[in-house]
């Protein structure tokens, strides 16, 4: 059984930054692509970035140079480095896992999620 557990959401001005990680139960994390989806208000859930098992990223148009995805397989945690927050990033934001290699930005792709970390940006 595969849990993940995200942390570090919070509220935050505009132009401000939060830091939110996910911490991945289970011996074959490293193998796990994972991946960071979040769902605003009245909104469909959306693909924001994802990692693969050897480090490899892809982010989301919205997000790309604001937002940094890592991941530490030693910690079995994945993180979202976000910077430049803007009011449209609100929302609740998930972790996910999936056994697949390759970029997956469709939530039906994984396997795995998490509770999720509400994000609240102030105008």
């Known amino acids: 059984q595969v849990q993940l557990v995200e942390s570090g959401g919070g509220l935050v001005q505009a132009g401000g930054s939060l830091r939110l990680s996910c911490a991945v139960s289970?011996?074959?994390?490293?193998?796990?692509?994972m991946g960071w989806f979040r769902q605003g208000p009245d909104k469909e859930r959306e693909f924001v970035a994802c990692?693969?098992?050897?480090?490899?990223?892809y982010y989301a148009e919205s997000v790309k140079g604001r937002f940094t995805i890592s991941r530490d397989n030693a910690k079995n945690t994945v993180y979202l480095q976000m910077n430049s927050l803007k009011s449209e990033d609100t929302a609740v934001y998930y972790c996910?896992?999936?056994?697949?290699?390759?970029?997956?930005?469709?939530?039906?792709?994984?396997?795995?999620w998490g509770q999720g970390t509400q994000v609240t940006v102030s105008s």
């Open positions: 990692i693969k098992s050897v480090g490899s990223t």
């Open positions: 289970g011996r074959t994390f490293s193998s796990y692509s």
């Open positions: 996910a896992a999936t056994g697949a290699g390759l970029f997956r930005t469709h939530p039906g792709e994984y396997n795995y």
